[in-house]
């Protein structure tokens, strides 16, 4: 028995909604493969989904389009932990063995230079990366670097 596909003709395919492989009528199709189907049993038109009991035969290869997109977010995690560690080791190499009187206690009023240890009351130990300018510099915190005033009067 021939079981030619064609527009029109008759195929069994899995109809998500009923959950089933049912037959369904062909109503598009692209390079031969069925691309839409119309579910005989419920009535709704879809795209064309092989039956299951065919699925379960290649299962590796669904498996494998599964675990692509974890591995891209896998990817991006790693990359963000490694800005992170660049940064900490910045900020270690800055840190690591200074004694607490090498930390100026930090103060808005107070006038920083570039380099200069500083402690931050909430923010913890950090060190001047760059003056900004006479009312702004960049502190590097171990969480970040923050944009700290400085240099205020009164
Ligand atoms: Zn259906």
Request: with cysteine; hydrophobic share 35%.
């Amino acid at each position: 028995m021939s079981t030619k596909v064609k527009v029109a003709g008759e195929i069994v395919a899995h109809c998500r909604k009923c959950g089933l492989d049912l037959a369904h009528v062909v109503c598009a199709m692209v390079a031969g493969v069925p691309k839409r189907v119309l579910c005989k049993t419920c009535g709704q038109e879809h795209a064309y989904h092989r039956p299951q009991e065919e699925r379960g035969a290649s299962r590796s290869s669904s498996s494998e389009r599964t675990a692509r997109p974890a591995g891209t977010s896998k990817s991006k995690s790693v990359h963000e932990a490694d800005t992170e560690s660049a940064r900490e080791r910045a900020w270690r190499d800055h840190i690591a063995g200074q004694p607490a009187s090498a930390f100026a206690l930090y103060s808005p009023r107070g006038t920083f230079v570039a380099d200069q240890l500083l402690r931050h009351a909430k923010f913890g130990d950090g060190f001047v990366s760059r003056v900004i300018d006479a009312g702004k510099i960049e502190v590097v915190f171990r969480d970040g670097a923050r944009t700290l005033a400085h240099g205020l009067s009164g």
